[in-house]
DNA sequence: ATTGGTATCAGCCAAAAGGTGGAGGGACCA
DNA sequence: TGGTCCCTCCACCTTTTGGCTGATACCAAT
């Protein structure tokens, strides 16, 4: 009875099935169940019970991948959880890892890549692809650069072009705070003004 | 033998085997051949021959899916190509279009959906995602959103994250006319902030 | 010759963004 | 317990943007 348990979290159907008919052949690992969100991925979670669960960061609406693996992680710590996503966001990274995110794989990874990481979130090693691994690396290496998960936060929606006052209102903070955590993300990212940030933040990656 | 012959290209393998998975679930389509890049497509494309080509438009290194459109039109105009993508980008859409594609479905697709646009490319009708109809109805609405090359020029120095002034001592023109030239370019982007024309341009592609 | 598009410039005004300095609460850790 | 982050908020002030209206000039096509 060593099969290793796996439920996949993507919103995406065809990448379910893909990940599903990969996993399906190594007789060591099972798939027992998908979900197509964060809210089906926590009850998923304690349905199936499952040893690892493989999730997308992006899920297209409700709860986002981050605040899936936080309160998976409440709820089951013992559950291995592997982001799974196609895009090596600095931010993202970074969160991930902070939320409690056992590895974190790149969806163009080679088949043995996941294997690998299934197989060693169990025996709880941490996997991640190599250009994450080093992102993540030179992130530690320069501490003054880091985001905080907020700024990250609001850095993201600043690349979608919001206001100061939409960003409150969807943060559900003043535009005063708002404010603050802007002056401190110009300054880690060593930008003067919201438009060089936005530049600098979507081309430094991922964040597209 | 009505059987659908059809070519995956995409350069993540989870996406081409679950495609792979669930199209062999009909029994009038047939995966003939799967390619993980634009060059390996246009060798599988002629050595399969197959009745259509399921492609993703990012493919991470080489030739980009566009480029693989158009080669593939001009090669094997009788194979109908469907591109297949996760992100919806406005421009995106027209390229591939342009380029020659039958029909445009996002990876989010209902399998139905993606069943239905592989039956329809063969006989040549064109199958698209409701959301990325929608845009490209959109864009053929306004053709008014090209942008003049002062204005481009202008847009791309934008995503420098530029103040106005410094717009106008780069370009040797005054600050008003920077102002004049931002104003259309919000105008033809549909924006009606820097920020989100920034957004809006490093997203669009090729700005990067 | 008139029209249309492009590029250039001005002034005015309201709104948004950025800079400075300060402040309190909560979490975590030594 | 004290220090250190992080998140939150405020006031005041300057600079920057954006919206509006209008103008001149060049060039090409009708």
Known sequence: MNSISVLLVDDHTVVRSG???????QADIGVVGEAASGEEALEAAQQHAPDVILMDLAMGAGMDGIEAIKQLRQRTPKQAIIVFTTYDSDADIVRAVDAGAMGYLLKDAAPEEIFAAVRGAVQGKSVMSAPV????FQQLRNPDEILTPREAELLSLLTEGLSNRDLGKRLFISEATVKTHLAHIYAKLGVETRAAAIATAIRREGMR
Chains 1, 2 share one sequence.
């Open 19 to 25: 990940l599903k008919a990969l996993l399906g052949t």
């Open 133 to 136: 691994a080093s992102r993540l």
